[in-house]
């Protein structure tokens, strides 16, 4: 999607390969104001016509067509076509039948210039299911007959190739089953699981058995998918890195548990422990390098430890998952690094607090605090974890500890010399002070992170725009929209400053992105107008169609009845 470039085209009534304009005679729906008239006229918004005013009058409908016309910019792409048939959902939703359906048509013609087979299949996967949701049965069965021819021509000539098309067939099933076709299913998840033997590295195979597993037990076919969770299990004890090993053997323990085999799913989780508590990482492997600096991301012992506590407390058999957390406790102790045990501790009262142990959670709690205070040597581990603490505590309802915490973070925050690393942890500051009801002080945190990117931030670099970003996210998220407007404006008002096209590029597809999480919906749509305009400022050889699609996303944020995932695998 990354490497697609693309001219940036003004068009009118004419489209490209999802073009509208179909044997239905499906009209296009006008985008903007003309400027001389005032009266309707089709295609994109243009640096003429493109502005506040006339982006906020845009209904629904002609939200979701100008995404469409944005599409047709886009060199044919995986994405695209995966957006296109999202956005014809969403014109189901909002009564526009006969467009969507013109839409899937169109999608499902296009695939014939996608260049790799297994993302074809991907397509015409997504369009039978949409088919399928739209109750368009038949069309269904036959977009997905064709998908399985396109699925037969998938050439294995590298691991790559073998897993996509493991995967292509499951996905395949996956769509039967929503359709109701069971021995269709039944016969492609066979298919798909004689394919993974070939499968290399043991990792992705194992997720491959492990999605093959679940599905056969959505069919009820408990003893086929106890057969395929076995051979998972045998894939995820060939992974090489521990952390990773522990996640494998967590994921396939809670669908162990999902076909009530809660005896099973806790020995696996145990076992998982044994090896944790066994792991010793090379020195300096647990570390991310950023620059000079050097800091604890995450230990990969707390990780796994992690991942394992997280499983046992979604169990089913709730004394089995406290069974794991109390074994735990024991791995958690034996760690040598501080920044671990403090992590460990904190996922043990979190999986405590998931459980309704309240008693036992505020107890691991009190164990993370006092490991936390230690962490001399890692002042950004120390705000994270006192801040993370903090929220348990609040979540427990112990709120005057919970201020306290952030108080402390607040003050160690102020040491970082690590700009991303400071931004994020002030910006989960600010939230617990807004959870706590402390609103003054939540805006201050979030006013000194500002400061802080405009003191520490190189101009025109990664970080500040990241830190610019992580921003108008908490101003979104705690409700504080003006002061996100006001961010997202002066980025865009101050892009003819920017050198680089490339870096003018990561602006707008932040802006872009973030404008579509704003509740105000004339504002966001006002800025996506701009970011539209200061798109097509640049030079033609340094766009780049991930601006397009963000602003694409944005645009179905806006739309009550758009908001659906994109269907990426």
Not at 163 to 184: D, F, N, R, W
Not at 216 to 241: F, H, K, N, P
């Amino acid at each position: 999607m990354r490497k697609n470039a693309f001219s940036l085209l003004v068009v009118g009534t004419v489209y490209g390969c999802l073009n509208l304009a179909t044997s239905h005679q499906v009209q296009a729906v006008p985008l903007a104001l003309s400027p001389q008239t005032g009266h309707p006229s089709n295609g994109l918004l243009t640096a003429d016509t493109a502005g506040n005013s006339i982006a906020a009058s845009l209904s629904d409908i002609e939200a979701l067509q100008w995404a469409l016309d944005i599409l047709n910019t886009v060199d044919g792409s995986l994405m695209k076509s995966l957006m296109a048939v999202d956005i014809a959902i969403a014109l189901d939703r909002l009564d526009e039948r006969e467009r969507a359906l013109a839409l899937l048509e169109k999608t499902r013609e296009s695939t014939t210039i996608i260049e790799q087979p297994e993302d074809r299949a991907t397509v015409l996967n997504a369009v039978a299911n949409a088919y399928g949701q739209l109750q368009e049965t038949e069309i269904a069965l036959v977009v997905l007959d064709q998908t399985l021819d396109i699925i037969d021509t998938i050439d294995i000539i590298t691991n790559r190739d073998q897993g996509s098309k493991t995967s292509s067939l499951t996905h395949a099933a996956k769509t039967y089953i929503q359709l109701g076709e069971t021995e269709s299913a039944l016969n492609l998840l066979n298919q798909s699981l004689e394919t993974v033997d070939a499968i290399d590295p043991p990792r992705t195979a194992f997720f491959r058995l492990l999605d093959i597993g679940r599905t056969y037990g959505q069919l009820d076919q408990t003893d086929q998918a106890l057969v395929v969770l076995g051979q998972a299990l045998t894939r995820a004890d060939q992974i090489e890195r521990t952390q990773d090993q522990c996640r494998a053997l967590a994921d396939v323990a809670i669908a162990y548990d999902q076909l009530d085999q809660g005896e099973r799913a806790q020995t696996i989780l145990e076992e998982a422990l044994i090896m944790v508590e066994a792991f010793s990482p090379p020195a300096g492997d647990f570390r991310d390098f950023r620059g000079d600096h050097a800091y604890d991301v995450y230990n990969f012992d707390a990780y796994a430890l992690h991942v394992i506590v997280q499983a046992a407390s979604q169990l089913q058999d709730r004394p089995k998952g406290l069974a794991v957390l109390e074994k735990s406790q024991a791995v958690a102790n034996s760690m040598d690094d501080a920044g671990s045990i403090f992590r460990a501790w904190h996922s043990i009262a979190v999986g405590y607090e998931q459980l309704g142990e309240t008693g036992q959670a505020l107890a691991a709690l009190a164990k993370a605090l006092s490991v936390v205070g230690t962490v001399d040597h890692d002042v950004l581990t120390q705000a994270d974890g006192l801040s993370d603490i903090a929220l348990v505590y609040e979540r427990l309802g112990k709120r005057e500890q919970a201020l306290t915490l952030f108080d402390r973070a607040s003050q160690v925050a102020g040491k970082i010399d690590f700009l991303e690393g400071k931004v994020d942890v002030l910006s989960d500051i600010a939230r617990g002070y807004k959870q706590l009801g402390q609103p003054e002080k939540s805006m201050a945190v979030l006013e000194r992170a500002e400061e802080d990117i405009a003191v520490m931030a190189v101009r025109d670099s990664s970080a500040e725009f990241n830190g610019w970003k992580t921003i108008v996210a908490a101003y979104i998220q705690l409700g504080y929209e003006e002061q996100a407007q006001r961010i997202l404006e002066t980025l865009l008002a101050d892009l003819d400053t920017v050198e680089k096209d490339w870096v003018k590029v990561f602006v707008l597809n932040n802006v872009a992105s973030s404008a579509g999480e704003l509740q105000d919906r004339e504002k966001a749509l006002g800025i996506l107008a701009d970011v539209y305009v200061g798109y097509g400022s640049l030079g033609e050889e340094n766009r780049n169609s991930l601006t397009m699609l963000f602003m694409v996303n944005a645009l179905m944020e806006l739309v009550d009845s758009a908001r659906v995932p994109v269907l990426v695998d």
